[in-house]
T-cell receptor, first 113, second 114 residues
C-alpha cells in the first residue's frame, strides 16, 4: 500500500490562479479530510468527506472546494488563489470503525505570490 | 466549538529523562484522541490512538492516558533519546463517530539534548 499520496509536493501560484491539490489513498478508507497548517495556528480542518458523494465543511472552508466522486480520491480546489492561502496542506484518511486513527499524507507546500 | 490546548509549547531536556506532554480539550464528548509526531518539513506520524472508552495506550517507550471527564490527556515518554526530538501534536476526534476530521492542538516542540 502506498498509503495517502499527495501531489504536488511544492507549488507556487500567482494571485488569482486556480489549481487542484490531489489526494489519493489505496486503503479503501471511507473517511477523508483536508487540513492546512500555518505557523502559530496549528492544523485546521478545511473540508471532510464520510464517503463517495458526501462532503462537508470544516473550520476554514472559504476559498476551497472539494468533491468525492470515488472512494480513493479527494481533490482540493483553489478557485482563485490569494496570498492568505499560502500554507502547507495535508490530506488524511481513516477506515470506518472504532480502532482506527487517521493516516496523513506528506503534504503540499503552497506559496501564493 | 472544540478547542485543544497543549502545554508546554516548547520543552528542552537532557537525554535519558522521562517527560510528560499535556493536552486538554474543552468538550469532553469526544470519539477518540490521537497523538502524532511531526519532524521539521515532514508529515504527521501517528503514535497512539485512545478510544473514548479507554484510559491509556502504550507503545514501546510511549504511554498515553486519557481522562475524558476532566478533558485531559498526557503523553509520557520514558528514557528520552535525541531521536525523540520533534513536534508532538494532540488531536481529538469529535462526534459522528470521528468521521468529521480532527481538532488539533498547536503542538509541543521537544528538543532532547545529547
Amino acid at each position: 500500500n502506498a498509503g495517502v499520496t499527495q501531489t504536488p509536493k511544492f507549488q507556487v501560484l500567482k494571485t488569482g490562479q486556480s489549481m487542484t491539490l490531489q489526494c489519493a489513498q489505496d486503503m479503501n478508507h471511507e473517511y477523508m479530510s483536508w487540513y492546512r497548517q500555518d505557523p502559530g495556528m496549528g492544523l485546521r480542518l478545511i473540508h471532510y468527506s464520510v464517503g463517495a458523494g458526501i462532503t462537508d465543511q470544516g473550520e476554514v472552508p472559504n476559498g476551497y472546494n472539494v468533491s468525492r466522486s470515488t472512494t480513493e480520491d479527494f481533490p482540493l480546489r483553489l478557485l482563485s488563489a490569494a496570498p492568505s492561502q499560502t500554507s502547507v496542506y495535508f490530506c488524511a484518511s481513516r477506515q470506518w470503525g472504532d480502532n482506527y486513527g487517521y493516516t496523513f499524507g506528506s503534504g503540499t507546500r503552497l506559496t501564493v505570490v | 466549538k472544540q478547542e485543544v490546548t497543549q502545554i508546554p509549547a516548547a520543552l528542552s531536556v537532557p537525554e535519558g529523562e522521562n517527560l510528560v506532554l499535556n493536552c486538554s480539550f474543552t468538550d469532553s464528548a469526544i470519539y477518540n484522541l490521537q497523538w502524532f509526531r511531526q519532524d521539521p518539513g515532514k508529515g504527521l506520524t501517528s503514535l497512539l490512538l485512545i478510544q473514548s472508552s479507554q484510559r491509556e495506550q502504550t507503545s514501546g517507550r510511549l504511554n498515553a492516558s486519557l481522562d475524558k471527564s476532566s478533558g485531559r490527556s498526557t503523553l509520557y515518554i520514558a528514557a528520552s533519546q535525541p531521536g525523540d526530538s520533534a513536534t508532538y501534536l494532540c488531536a481529538v476526534g469529535n462526534r459522528r463517530g470521528g468521521a468529521d476530521g480532527l481538532t488539533f492542538g498547536k503542538g509541543t516542540h521537544l528538543i532532547i539534548q545529547p
